[in-house]
């Protein structure tokens, strides 16, 4: 399949107090034309940075990106001027961030709000972008008379509805999805996974979903990649990852997890915490908190090793010998 | 567990706590060097205005010297002052009745802070006690607080101070009281703000349900926690209040002459504007300076105590 | 008191908020027993009531009407001294570690508090040796003693509020959505802390959440609610089994389930939530009921006991 996304050796810094934050560090991922890739990781692990930068939405001079190029459809969104960006930001790539309370102007009624987008990016009228505002809200099962409201006379659930209607608005080639479903209760959070799941599918497009929680993935992706203080420490396809997961800190996100049909009285917790952005660890970056350890975790940094599809950031699969000795 | 001198550790524990929080503050704070400088000059003319008797007597800057009217900047001339005969330099000159203008400045200074403070102390302490039982009440006691509020808001500070001179005579005291009532209202509503804020705030429950009284809710889990909007207001207020106070003397309603104040200086220099400028700029750009150090510096620690300020 | 008797028996209980649209009936008649010992898990989602109710026990609400007896004690009517004493066996733990503690007191400071308030100390070295024990037995390191909660993650901070419900040594907590707001792998240390010091203290918890898998794990009875009623209670076990009021069982599908080729039977519900203002008769979730009949929009469903222990509100 085609790549539509492709993302090598990202690297973004924050700036502050003289100090630096490494947020996402040599990070490497490709997206699937028509694909749904499930990026997974707990706060501070970098992945709202990972989706500003591939917007190229990082400000300086508190953040930058100081290497690494991000691919869409061959063309490396870092080097577009900011007349392509605005083009392709809404037309191309839509995101639906995460707090719907905060990501909808207040003073602006939600159709019109989806109407400004439809008239920016494609070439028709007003009138025809207001009409297309309306279909949106119908499909995403908001009445479209309705259409002339505010977003604070809305409930969360259908605010994020309509969030997600100005993102697919105009049937955009990527869905960056940054925890579209944290605010929202869970029987709410069901209806709309189910509806973006058919929009998506009706018009093929490729997503990158963004969440902390394994269960969603499960559910919504067909590839998963797990994301640690700045990197991506294994990826590959749902089968590969949740039948055999093989980085030592997936294993621990799927140990925490409370299981609904097991009856484990205790839970087994990572211990510890993720490593302060500013002074990260020399060598493998999980190295502290990780029960497998060797010696070699706490000088080199682990390669990407590839086996058979499946990616994994860790010295315990690693091909060298000299290396499978010391385990 | 080895448990040392107990007093003696607290105390160390607690300087050293809290000149690890000045340090802080103070990083963020010097970041700006216009705050700074104007922390400084506010400092150092705060010095001065205490000290100010070391610099020229009180009576030597109220006593007349008429062959010296209007000598400029930087000229000398003959002052006898009691019974002796001084050869002295007019560093800013001299007014229309020949007095030192420096000196006059100085001692005017002293004055006008003097109230600054006061009188913002003052309508710190009413009106930040009236919004605190407004906004921790509610209900009909903050409805009542606020009409007075409103009430005393709507009268101007001028109107208010001719009603109380008018009725109590032109004195120091009286200037105060003025000044301080019209000031008193922004602290009911800053205080009355803060405190609706973070009332519903849920460590204040979590303090409820410990138990705590409804007094030590307010003094040691909110109060302490709106100090920064007050401290800056308050910084502010404070420069308000020095020029209130030369707006008043100005029009003849505080201090009078003799006695210095930078309001009525400026008042009596008016007649002399062609002839002697000299008299005019000097408490002018006091006024200036000093208020705008209070501004700035104002500003500066708005910054440095907002926490959610990027930095 | 008797093995038997339930350590919270509330009865009846009701809290409605006057607002300029009308009552909002937060918590209408509900009723329900916690025995001593045991964690009682409370679902639901957001505007259910749990969280009111939870308020009601500790009583930072005052109840509009119905009972709540606690150890032989009505709380509704207690009065002031009393409920200072009250405050000694009943505590709470809330929701979010970033707002339920004092940005401006240290570590010791909000978990001693409650020490100094009650007079549970007689000189500043059994203040500093009870603090420290606190923070031991929840995992809170010794060297954070004077540290600032900005300092810390929302796990620590989350263990401060813990230890300072602790300090009274209370019989009874609820702990409102205590792992909400932390990330996956920190709510697995504090669950299983909560659970130790269950055993360890014999605490009786009523635990508030909106996730289902995590009450699971802590609870051994639970009840559902929705719209300020209780819709169905139960035991753990039999409850996730088997749950029978149609709200319970969507609630249950909705969960994500982190495993392949799982086959769930979807229920997605319909329309949106009714408003809990001025509630009309009938069952509240008959709008988006899937086996809605008519009888279900004209009457109230009581709570019938289907076995011991097991209770529905539906038709």
Same mark, same amino acid.
């Given at each position: 399949?085609?790549? @539509?996304?492709?993302?090598?050796?990202?690297?973004?810094?924050?700036?502050?107090?003289?100090?630096?934050?490494?947020?996402?560090?040599?990070?490497?991922?490709?997206?699937?034309?028509?694909?749904?890739?499930?990026?997974?990781?707990?706060?501070?692990?970098?992945?709202?940075?990972?989706?500003?930068?591939?917007?190229? +939405?990082?400000?300086?001079?508190?953040?930058?990106?100081?290497?690494?190029?991000?691919?869409?459809?061959?063309?490396?969104?870092?080097?577009?001027?900011?007349?392509?960006?605005?083009?392709?930001?809404?037309?191309?790539?839509? +995101?639906?961030?995460?707090?719907? +309370?905060?990501?909808?102007?207040?003073?602006?009624?939600?159709?019109?709000?989806?109407?400004?987008?439809?008239?920016?990016?494609?070439?028709?009228?007003?009138?025809?972008?207001?009409?297309?505002?309306?279909?949106?809200?119908?499909?995403?099962?908001?009445?479209?008379?309705?259409?002339?409201?505010?977003?604070?006379?809305?409930?969360?659930?259908?605010?994020?509805?309509?969030?997600?209607?100005?993102?697919?608005?105009?049937?955009?080639?990527?869905?960056?999805?940054?925890?579209?479903?944290?605010?929202?209760?869970?029987?709410?959070?069901?209806?709309?996974?189910?509806?973006?799941?058919?929009? @998506?599918?009706?018009?093929?497009?490729?997503?990158?979903?963004?969440?902390?929680?394994?269960?969603?993935?499960?559910?919504?992706?067909?590839?998963?990649?797990? +994301?640690?203080?700045?990197?991506?420490?294994?990826?590959?396809?749902?089968?590969?990852?949740?039948?055999?997961?093989?980085?030592?800190?997936?294993?621990?996100?799927?140990?925490?997890?409370?299981?609904?049909?097991?009856?484990?009285?205790?839970?087994?917790?990572?211990?510890?915490?993720?490593?302060?952005?500013?002074?990260?660890?020399?060598?493998?970056?999980?190295?502290?908190?990780?029960?497998?350890?060797?010696?070699?975790?706490?000088?080199?940094?682990?390669?990407?090793?590839?086996?058979?599809?499946?990616?994994?950031?860790?010295?315990?699969?690693?091909?060298?010998?000299?290396?499978?000795?010391?385990? | 567990?080895?448990?040392?001198?107990?007093?003696?550790?607290?105390?160390?524990?607690?300087?050293?706590?809290?000149?690890?929080?000045?340090?802080?503050?103070?990083?963020?704070?010097?970041?700006? =060097?216009?705050?700074?400088?104007?922390?400084?000059?506010?400092?150092?003319?705060?010095?001065?205005?205490?000290?100010?008797?070391?610099?020229?007597?009180?009576?030597?800057?109220?006593?007349?010297?008429?062959?010296?009217?209007?000598? =400029?900047?930087?000229?000398?001339?003959?002052?006898?002052?009691?019974?002796?005969?001084?050869?002295?330099?007019?560093?800013?000159?001299? $007014?229309?009745?020949?007095?030192?203008?420096?000196?006059?400045?100085?001692?005017?200074?002293?004055? *006008?802070?003097?109230?600054?403070?006061?009188?913002?102390?003052?309508?710190?302490?009413?009106?930040?006690?009236?919004?605190?039982?407004?906004?921790?009440?509610?209900?009909?006691?903050?409805?009542?607080?606020?009409?007075?509020? $409103?009430?005393?808001?709507?009268?101007?500070?001028?109107?208010?101070?001719?009603?109380?001179?008018?009725?109590?005579?032109?004195?120091?005291?009286?200037?105060?009281?003025?000044?301080?009532?019209?000031?008193?209202?922004?602290?009911?509503?800053?205080?009355?703000? *803060?405190?609706?804020?973070? =009332? $519903?705030?849920?460590?204040?429950?979590?303090?409820?349900?410990?138990? #705590?009284?409804?007094?030590?809710?307010?003094?040691?889990?909110?109060?302490?926690?709106?100090?920064?909007?007050?401290?800056?207001?308050?910084?502010?207020?404070?420069?308000?209040?020095?020029?209130?106070?030369?707006?008043?003397?100005?029009?003849?309603?505080?201090?009078?002459?003799?006695?210095?104040?930078?309001?009525?200086?400026? *008042?009596? #220099?008016?007649?002399?504007?062609?002839? #002697?400028?000299?008299?005019?700029?000097?408490?002018?750009?006091?006024?200036?300076?000093?208020?705008?150090?209070?501004?700035?510096?104002?500003?500066?620690?708005?910054?440095?105590?907002?926490?959610?300020? =990027?930095? | 008191?008797?093995?038997?008797?339930?350590?919270?028996?509330? &009865?009846?209980?009701?809290?409605?908020?006057?607002?300029?649209?009308? %009552?909002?009936? /937060?918590?209408?008649?509900?009723?329900?027993?916690?025995?001593?010992?045991?964690?009682?898990?409370?679902?639901?989602?957001?505007?259910?009531?749990?969280?009111? &109710?939870?308020?009601?026990?500790?009583?930072?609400?005052? /109840?509009?009407?119905?009972?709540?007896?606690?150890?032989?004690?009505?709380? &509704?009517?207690?009065?002031?001294?009393?409920?200072?004493?009250?405050?000694?066996?009943?505590?709470?733990?809330?929701?979010?570690?970033?707002?339920?503690?004092?940005?401006?007191?240290?570590?010791?400071?909000?978990?001693?508090?409650?020490?100094?308030?009650?007079?549970?100390?007689?000189?500043?070295?059994?203040?500093?040796? !009870?603090?420290?024990?606190?923070?031991?037995?929840?995992?809170?390191?010794?060297?954070?003693?004077?540290?600032?909660?900005?300092?810390?993650?929302?796990? !620590?901070?989350? !263990?401060?509020?813990?230890?300072? /419900?602790? /300090?009274?040594?209370?019989?009874?907590?609820?702990?409102?959505?205590?792992?909400?707001?932390?990330?996956?792998?920190?709510?697995?240390?504090?669950?299983?802390?909560?659970?130790?010091?269950?055993?360890?203290?014999?605490? &009786?918890?009523?635990?508030?959440?909106?996730?289902? %898998?995590?009450?699971?794990?802590?609870?051994?009875?639970?009840?559902?609610?929705?719209?300020?009623?209780?819709?169905?209670?139960?035991?753990?076990?039999?409850?996730?089994?088997?749950?029978?009021?149609?709200?319970?069982?969507?609630?249950?599908?909705?969960?994500?389930?982190?495993?392949?080729?799982?086959?769930?039977?979807?229920?997605?519900?319909? %329309?949106?939530?009714?408003?809990?203002?001025?509630?009309?008769?009938?069952?509240?979730?008959?709008?988006?009921?899937?086996?809605?009949?008519?009888?279900?929009?004209?009457?109230?469903?009581?709570?019938?006991?289907?076995?011991?222990?097991?209770?529905?509100?539906?038709?």
């Amino acid at each position: 399949m085609d790549k @539509i996304l492709e993302i090598q050796n990202l690297s973004v810094n924050y700036f502050s107090d003289k100090k630096i934050i490494r947020a996402v560090n040599d990070l490497s991922l490709d997206l699937k034309a028509g694909g749904v890739l499930g990026l997974v990781g707990e706060t501070g692990a970098g992945k709202t940075t990972l989706a500003l930068s591939i917007l190229n +939405m990082i400000r300086g001079p508190q953040g930058k990106i100081i290497a690494g190029t991000i691919k869409f459809s061959g063309k490396n969104i870092l080097r577009m001027s900011k007349q392509e960006l605005r083009n392709m930001r809404g037309k191309d790539v839509a +995101m639906i961030f995460q707090d719907p +309370m905060t990501a909808l102007n207040p003073v602006i009624s939600i159709g019109e709000q989806i109407a400004e987008t439809v008239f920016k990016h494609e070439r028709v009228s007003r009138a025809e972008a207001w009409k297309k505002a309306e279909t949106m809200l119908d499909t995403v099962g908001i009445p479209s008379d309705r259409a002339k409201e505010f977003p604070h006379q809305f409930s969360g659930g259908m605010k994020q509805r309509v969030v997600i209607a100005l993102a697919l608005a105009c049937n955009p080639t990527i869905l960056l999805a940054d925890e579209p479903t944290t605010a929202l209760d869970v029987t709410i959070q069901a209806q709309v996974l189910d509806l973006m799941r058919n929009l @998506i599918r009706n018009n093929g497009t490729s997503v990158l979903f963004i969440t902390h929680s394994l269960g969603l993935v499960a559910e919504n992706c067909d590839e998963v990649a797990t +994301m640690y203080a700045g990197e991506i420490v294994e990826f590959g396809t749902i089968e590969q990852v949740f039948g055999k997961p093989l980085h030592p800190y997936t294993k621990g996100l799927f140990g925490s997890l409370p299981d609904l049909s097991e009856n484990l009285k205790r839970l087994t917790p990572i211990p510890g915490l993720m490593p302060d952005p500013m002074s990260l660890p020399d060598g493998c970056y999980f190295s502290p908190r990780c029960p497998c350890k060797i010696d070699i975790c706490d000088t080199k940094h682990p390669e990407n090793i590839n086996i058979e599809g499946h990616y994994v950031k860790c010295h315990l699969y690693s091909s060298d010998i000299s290396i499978r000795n010391r385990i | 567990m080895r448990l040392p001198n107990r007093s003696e550790n607290n105390a160390i524990r607690a300087l050293k706590r809290t000149s690890h929080n000045f340090y802080q503050f103070w990083r963020r704070f010097s970041r700006n =060097k216009l705050a700074t400088i104007s922390l400084i000059f506010v400092l150092v003319i705060a010095l001065i205005a205490i000290f100010a008797d070391l610099f020229y007597s009180y009576d030597f800057v109220t006593a007349n010297s008429l062959e010296n009217s209007f000598l =400029k900047p930087g000229e000398s001339g003959i002052v006898y002052f009691q019974d002796k005969e001084i050869n002295h330099k007019f560093i800013l000159g001299a $007014d229309n009745y020949g007095r030192d203008i420096l000196g006059r400045i100085i001692h005017g200074g002293r004055v *006008s802070m003097l109230i600054g403070f006061v009188a913002v102390a003052f309508a710190l302490t009413s009106g930040g006690i009236l919004g605190a039982i407004a906004g921790y009440k509610g209900g009909w006691i903050d409805t009542l607080i606020m009409r007075l509020t $409103d009430i005393l808001l709507s009268i101007p500070m001028i109107m208010l101070s001719i009603a109380i001179v008018a009725a109590l005579g032109n004195s120091f005291i009286n200037l105060l009281v003025a000044i301080s009532i019209s000031m008193a209202p922004r602290y009911v509503r800053i205080v009355r703000a *803060s405190i609706i804020t973070i =009332k $519903d705030y849920e460590y204040i429950e979590a303090a409820r349900c410990i138990g #705590a009284s409804d007094m030590r809710i307010v003094f040691q889990h909110i109060l302490i926690n709106i100090t920064a909007p007050i401290i800056v207001q308050s910084t502010l207020n404070i420069g308000a209040a020095i020029l209130n106070t030369s707006f008043l003397s100005f029009l003849g309603l505080g201090i009078l002459p003799p006695k210095p104040e930078w309001g009525n200086m400026l *008042s009596e #220099a008016r007649e002399f504007i062609q002839y #002697a400028p000299h008299t005019l700029f000097a408490p002018g750009i006091a006024i200036l300076l000093t208020v705008l150090a209070y501004n700035l510096m104002g500003d500066g620690l708005r910054d440095a105590l907002d926490p959610k300020l =990027k930095r | 008191m008797s093995k038997d008797t339930p350590l919270m028996h509330v &009865t009846s209980l009701k809290k409605y908020f006057h607002t300029s649209h009308g %009552s909002l009936h /937060a918590v209408d008649d509900i009723s329900f027993d916690i025995k001593k010992g045991k964690t009682l898990g409370m679902v639901g989602e957001s505007g259910c009531g749990k969280s009111t &109710t939870g308020r009601l026990l500790v009583r930072l609400h005052e /109840a509009t009407s119905g009972s709540i007896i606690y150890d032989g004690i009505e709380i &509704t009517k207690a009065d002031k001294h009393e409920i200072t004493k009250l405050r000694t066996r009943m505590q709470m733990i809330f929701q979010d570690p970033y707002s339920s503690i004092n940005p401006r007191h240290t570590v010791a400071h909000i978990i001693g508090e409650p020490l100094k308030i009650h007079k549970k100390v007689n000189n500043s070295q059994e203040y500093e040796e !009870r603090v420290r024990n606190l923070m031991s037995t929840v995992g809170l390191a010794d060297r954070l003693y004077d540290a600032y909660p900005h300092e810390l993650d929302g796990g !620590r901070r989350q !263990r401060i509020g813990i230890a300072r /419900a602790l /300090a009274l040594d209370p019989e009874f907590i609820v702990c409102d959505e205590p792992v909400s707001a932390l990330d996956v792998s920190i709510q697995a240390q504090i669950l299983n802390l909560l659970m130790d010091l269950q055993d360890k203290l014999s605490l &009786t918890y009523l635990f508030i959440t909106h996730d289902l %898998s995590v009450v699971k794990h802590i609870s051994d009875d639970i009840v559902i609610m929705y719209m300020g009623q209780i819709v169905e209670i139960g035991p753990t076990e039999v409850l996730f089994k088997k749950p029978l009021h149609p709200y319970g069982r969507a609630l249950l599908l909705a969960i994500p389930i982190p495993k392949l080729n799982v086959k769930k039977e979807r229920i997605i519900l319909k %329309s949106e939530v009714t408003s809990p203002i001025n509630p009309k008769p009938g069952c509240r979730f008959a709008p988006r009921c899937q086996y809605v009949k008519p009888e279900c929009l004209i009457s109230d469903p009581i709570l019938r006991e289907m076995s011991p222990g097991r209770f529905v509100a539906c038709f």
